[in-house]
């Protein structure tokens, strides 16, 4: 592995990660296989951790379900990505290290709605049950004739490097707890016709952990509807059998389920943030607990996160019912899955790893607010330095 570039300010703790090693004549690889939830922001960001580290990350996706049997193999990868722990069969002394948090948002494309659409977890829950099917529908109405408030959250100027130049972006200004500032709300009345088109649900068909969070916002934002908790597999999580219904599309990876609802007029889905605005899609505000409609975003998804619970391994349990102003109650920490020091795996690998995880952890989410992703912060940050300490 070859370090020939000195690192910034910013960039301390991963100096510290990979001092001390020697110059190499070839940039090092790690692989991983994974949620593509994260494929985003991997993509975007690899080349900048390449440049300073002269390590190439190889991360094709696949999904949670592909990266964690690939991580349980223990010979295929070098590290894997998940949006949620092992169900079952965890392998042992496994490392968690919540590296960054995102929203999942639900995309639509819906001819005639242009104000914004405004959902309850009740409505939701219906939609993609198979119990509403068309938008006209009088639960998707009352939703949409109200007065609605909106976050306004407080924001800072970063200046990071991006490719070798210098980019000043805006994103959040959190607390040292991890909170964002609701600066104020936002009213706003709406009350408009929709459309009697019919709704088309595109779902993922491969074991995802967008679906099992999906899933458990479900299940504990409107438990009479969505009687099941969340499962890795979106069908089987259903609390009626979509087998065979004709207004259900499935894909497998997020990537192609936004794809779809773009491609289909009446169209409905869930997957991460960036792939509906890649696709010029747009999200649904969503109704939290405390009474907010907030749209996906890296703020509403750190408030959100904040009121959580941190468990012993690194991951996270979300609260659904505590009133948090200004949370996006669809927000998600996602982890990456690590060897621990003792496993003996390859102790250069193992540094790149631990290196990679900070890098995330520290710049990505900075240096492309646009992908929509939150940078780690407050205690959950903590954390995620311990958990990554583990690796080397």
Known sequence: MKFRLSYAVSLLTVSALIAGTSPASAAGTITGSGATFASPLIDACKGDFTAVSQTVVNYPGGGSTRGQTDFKAGT???????DAPYSSGEPENIIYAPIFAAPISIMYNVKGIKEGLYLSPT???????????VWNDPEI????????????FATKKVTTTVKGKKVTNTVPLLDSKGNPKVLKYTTKVIDYALPQTPITVWYR?????TSENFGIFLNKSAPAIWTKPGNRTFSSGTPTSIAGSFNFQGQSGSA??????ASKDGSIGYGELSFATDNGLKSAFIKNANGDFVDPSAAGTSAFLGGGTINANGTVTAD?????????????????????????????KQKDVAAWFTYVLEECPTKYPAKGFSKITGPLYTKAKAQIALIK
Do not use: C, M, Q, W
């Open 141 to 152: 109405d009352k939703d949409n004739t109200r007065t609605v408030k909106t976050p306004v």
């Open 205 to 209: 068909t491969d074991g995802s952990g």
């Open 320 to 348: 659904f019912v505590k009133k948090i102003p200004g949370a996006y109650p669809l927000g998600t920490a996602s982890y990456g899955l690590a060897y621990p020091a003792a496993s003996k795996k390859d102790a250069e």
């Open 123 to 133: 409505t939701i829950a219906k939609i993609f049950s198979g119990e509403i099917t």
């Open 76 to 82: 295929l990868v070098d590290f894997a990505g998940s």
């Open 256 to 261: 192609l389920v936004a794809s779809g609802v």
